[in-house]
């Protein structure tokens, strides 16, 4: 692999101070995107609109994610990262605000797409840290930035059901906004200058991402794989308070939010079996995780008025969703390290074009059926999943131990 900074000197190395830094940005950036799911309940009431209405909230988020995903990442092999990523927050923290301010549902909407498009910057982040880090502790700088990210994604439904519980939802953006502001400033003067490989047009850059479609065969499986099983929790993450607001529970958006910590430990649990597969096939691993998402929402539909049900079926759902996602993840990144941004945006465009659609169709499943019919949407997503893991993993690469990243 080319030094990405031989263009520059001094050379920047991955700090561990820089390292921190990535990996507590990745899991406060993110978290913007997931703020809104606890806060559906009090959104709807605020602009008196129907649940499923203010559960295309929670979609428009990611589609915008996978829209910034599609635009964004891509200049990080054209352009200077710190550059691209300084500029990135101003959009974030002017997205954040438009929300807080919001003075009608559509505006909302609006400001949500915003928000996702420009929340992208912990995927500049992954491959940056590939980059910067020397080759023998590159995994682990992965895996480390990977962790910070997986925690942002889900203790930050714990703080915005928190606050929306005791403040109110536009609270939340404030606040956001305001963290984005000092997480500014703090890479502004820690984040080093990575310097770009990549001398082509921004035309030829995209152009690129439809030949890795189609030369890589274990990064189309990957994509597929990881689109229908973020489905599966984009889906119950966004329906999830409003079953919670519902007898038996009658329960609040702070405890919806409560959840989070529950799945903050499959998230832990998640990136040591990561680490497993390493040693062990790959087929297999992600078999036995897709398994445990169909399980999950099997025990949703059988114990869905049970606080111990839901609390082991979160559990399950997020070890499984985040061990296939990581192994998809470090599989994609060993194919070409100088495309690596590139491989990236093809992967998490996918993947988040997965979790909207299964957001949108929980959404409209909860209006019509309630809470089955959420079942039923994530069941149909994870046997999907599995069918196509089964179907096309087979004697390929996907069916390897997980190569070193080099």
């Known amino acids: 692999m080319k030094n990405a900074a031989s263009a520059t000197s001094p050379f920047p190395t991955l700090s561990t101070s820089t390292l921190w830094l990535m990996t507590i940005a990745s899991g406060l950036v993110v978290a913007n995107n997931y703020y809104n799911q606890p806060l559906l309940g009090e959104i709807a009431r605020t602009f008196q609109v129907p649940e499923a209405k203010a559960g295309i909230i929670s979609m428009l988020t990611q589609v915008g994610y996978a829209i910034g995903l599609l635009l964004i990442i891509p200049l990080g092999d054209i352009f200077r990262r710190k550059?691209?990523?300084?500029?990135?927050?101003?959009?974030?923290?002017?997205?954040?605000?438009l929300a807080a301010f919001a003075n009608h549902i559509y505006m909302l909407m609006l400001a949500s797409l915003l928000i996702?498009?420009?929340?992208?910057?912990?995927?500049?982040?992954?491959?940056?840290?590939?980059q910067l880090a020397r080759p023998e502790?590159?995994?682990?700088?992965?895996?480390?930035?990977?962790?910070?990210?997986?925690?942002?994604?889900?203790?930050?439904?714990?703080?915005?059901?928190?606050?929306?519980?005791?403040?109110?939802?536009?609270?939340?953006?404030?606040?956001?906004?305001?963290?984005?502001?000092?997480?500014?400033?703090?890479i502004q003067l820690m984040l080093p200058e990575v310097h770009p490989s990549y001398k082509g047009s921004y035309k030829s850059l995209m152009r690129s991402l439809v030949s890795l479609v189609k030369e890589e065969p274990v990064l189309r499986l990957a994509a597929a794989r990881g689109a229908l099983t973020f489905a599966?929790?984009?889906?119950?993450?966004?329906t999830l308070v409003f079953l919670l607001e519902e007898p038996p529970f009658n329960a609040g958006s702070d405890v919806a939010g409560a959840f989070g910590l529950v799945g903050a430990g499959g998230a832990i649990m998640a990136s040591v079996m990561g680490r497993l597969a390493d040693k062990m096939n790959t087929r297999h691993i992600i078999t036995a995780t897709?398994?445990?998402?169909?399980?999950?929402?099997?025990i949703f539909g059988t114990f869905s008025h049970s606080f111990i049900g839901l609390v082991v079926g979160v559990i399950l759902l997020d070890l499984g969703l985040q061990a296939t996602h990581i192994a998809n993840q470090t599989m994609v990144f060993s194919l070409n390290p100088e495309a690596r941004n590139r491989l990236n945006t093809v992967y998490m465009v996918t993947y988040f074009t997965g979790g909207a659609t299964g957001t949108l169709l929980a959404s409209q499943a909860?209006?019509?059926?309630?809470?089955?019919?959420?079942?039923?949407?994530?069941?149909?997503?994870?046997?999907?999943?599995?069918?196509?893991?089964?179907?096309?993993?087979?004697?390929?690469?996907?069916?390897?131990?997980?190569?070193?990243?080099?």
């Open 83 to 97: 550059r691209l990523i300084l500029t990135d927050f101003i959009l974030i923290i002017f997205s954040l605000l």
């Open 116 to 130: 996702g498009a420009t929340s992208v910057v912990p995927q500049l982040f992954i491959p940056m840290a590939a």
């Open 137 to 186: 502790n590159r995994g682990k700088a992965i895996g480390t930035v990977m962790s910070g990210l997986l925690i942002g994604v889900l203790l930050s439904r714990t703080i915005s059901g928190f606050v929306g519980a005791h403040l109110g939802w536009r609270a939340m953006f404030l606040i956001a906004a305001g963290l984005m502001v000092l997480l500014g400033l703090a």
């Open 232 to 238: 599966c929790f984009g889906g119950f993450w966004t």
């Open 290 to 298: 897709t398994l445990m998402i169909i399980v999950s929402y099997v």
């Open 366 to 406: 909860w209006q019509l059926w309630h809470w089955q019919g959420v079942v039923l949407v994530g069941l149909v997503f994870s046997n999907l999943a599995l069918l196509v893991h089964l179907a096309f993993s087979g004697r390929g690469e996907a069916a390897k131990p997980l190569p070193e990243i080099t």
